[in-house]
């Protein structure tokens, strides 16, 4: 009877530790079969792109429980200050065909673009939140809205109101065949690159010492404080890191889309936003998924021609899972889990 | 008493003629003062488009001398944040109407700001002409009628409609050779209602709609669609919208599946020039090979010394629709003569000489008269194409009278 138990519980440890895996696995065939590899690869670029802006979302809820509306225009300021740094500082005009030269512009970009936005995210913290820590959860809240303003006219204001065009460092003609169709080496770029920040974010927060001390804080501010953990420090620090994924996101935006514009932060962040509750707010692995999931939702809308109705299922979607399961695909609070 | 009247007009006329050859500004004698009001959206992403047509009613009123009357300009910008906005359109009107010296009123420059003026204009009576407003409903039928509240004409439009713009460039894609067309929309009234025009065109004509969908403005990704347009086998590409909705994001699109050789065909919404933020600037290179229309002649029977006397006042060409913003100023001037030498200049003799179906003007763009309903007789569609980063001027479909 006991030995039975046992067995039964390691089975269903088991399968709890495989299902996520199995059921994206599932999902991933289910849609390319439906979607064809085409669509497929679109659908996982802008998935990836919405993950990355998610990650910042999901970060700062789940650290000081504010739901940041200004973290979609931090994105699209990401989007411009990659803009510049590309065209302005690095002087380029359009696609580098060198190899070697490629690589070491596209690194340079992101290492700028995320070093710059992980100061302003920091400095909109300590101006705009930081003061308002103790104050009731709607001060923040208006404060953010408010941020969000500040920075769509501090944008307008500089580089105007219209569409600009982003120097599309990368050939949008290198690509490679996979079954017949044409995969352009860009949206691997995109992909890759995201996963490659995802993951390191995964490892920071689970491995490191200040990101067991972002998820005591997300736990129990106080006790933390009690334990040694220096809040101010560690909030500022998910500052850092939510802006600079915005702003890695605003880098690959620039460079796979070739253009910006203003109010990119809007549409975007709403999306995100919704990709960061679908995922389970406050998780970031979730919020990733999420993201993915709100990509192969509009994808494919728009593939089967109802493209008119992809804002509506994708809301929709969000409502669908704040009625149902509001703790999101996978639950609420990565440091409760840990 | 008439025949006196008459003479006086041509009198008057010449003089005008005579200023306006001079290029003289020459202080009006003062009088009564006369205000022309000028409603546009002019900031931010607007001004590229509407403010050549301020530049335009500004030139003619400057250029226009009445006898007995200063006649001045009042300029007022409902755009917010780069985008017109209706409200403040509407705000604006009333602004107009509640000025007694205004008797006229050019603008606006969108079709859904016209829709928030006209009730207000319309209900004091009051005389406005929009250069560019191309929505059908504005004017005509139970729509029209509904807007205007059953009173009389007082809107009238240099540009013609909607109606005929889908359709032209529709026939144009057809002897271009587009057999296999998918086609986007923008969803709002305009792209969507553009895009209504050109399918039943080009199905009327023996097309085939491979695809059609619409996605909203603020979208960013069309790599879907247009991946969905490569897999339909597409042999064109028709876009209803404007620059702004994202023609040049959707043409980038395009060329990112690898299918960006294709015609793209849009309506006035893609025409907008070269400057910062048109759809050619946005869309870079992708641009060859596009089309629009505009619902304007191109053939402007005297374009270039307007250009010169546009060119000598303001720095820079005449573009888009800096023509039709004179020409509606030239109107309502003439107007506001035929009510001076009819001895009382109020709204209402401005507005009943203008929409008189019987008269003719003669404006920068030609020959102009007003229908039943206030719409321009002048029904010209101009085609253009891009080549070598510009818009060329293809031809024109004259729908006649």
Sequence with gaps: MATASVTSSTAGRLLGTVRLPLSIFAFLALALGVLGIDQFVNAMTLGAIYALVALGYTMVYGIIELINFAHGDVFMVGSFVAMFISSSLLGNEGSITNVPLLGVSVLVLFALTIGVMALLGALIERLAYRPLRRAPKLAPLITAIGVSFILQNLIQFFFGPTIVTVPQLVPIEWSIQISGSRVPLLNL???????????????????????????TTSMDRDASSLMGVNINRTIMITFLIGSGLAGAAGVVHGLYYGNTNYSLGFQSGLKAFTAAVLGGIGNTAGAALGGFLIAFVEVGASAFGYGRWGGAVVFSLLVIFLVFRPTGLLGSHTGDRA | MKVFNKKGLSALAAVAILAAACGGSTASTAGKTLTIGISFPLNGASLASAGPARDGALLAIKEASIEGYTLKAKVLDHAKDGAHNPDQAAADMLTFVGQEDVVAVVGPFNSASARAQIPVSSE?????CSPSNTNPTLTKGADGEALRGGRAVNYVRVATTDDLQGPAVAVYAKENGAKKIYILDSTDAYGKGVADAFETQFKADGGTVVGRQGLPTGTTDFSAAATAAKAAGADSIFYGGVTSDGAPLFRNALAQAGIGALPFYGADGIYDGTTEGSYIATAGANAE?????????????????????????????????????????????????????????????????????????????????????????????????????????????????
């Design chain 1, 189 to 215: 770029f995109v992909i890759a690159s995201s996963v490659i920040l995802m993951v390191a974010l995964q490892l920071f927060i689970s491995r490191t010492r200040t990101g067991r001390a972002m998820r």
């Design chain 2, 124 to 128: 004091a009576g009051l005389l406005q």
């Design chain 2, 289 to 401: 090979n596009s089309y629009a229309s505009q619902a304007a002649i191109e053939n402007i029977p005297g374009k270039d010394d307007f250009n010169v006397k546009f060119k000598a006042e303001y720095g820079k060409d005449a573009e888009g629709y800096a023509f039709a913003g004179y020409a509606c100023a030239q109107i309502i001037v003439e107007g506001i003569k035929a009510a001076v030498a009819g001895g009382d200049v109020t709204r209402e003799t401005v507005r009943a000489a203008v929409v008189d179906k019987g008269t003719v003007f003669e404006t920068v763009l030609g020959s102009v008269s007003f229908d039943a309903v206030g719409d321009t007789t002048q029904r010209i569609i101009s085609l253009y194409k891009v080549e070598g980063g510009a818009w060329k001027f293809v031809k024109e479909i004259n729908y006649g009278n």
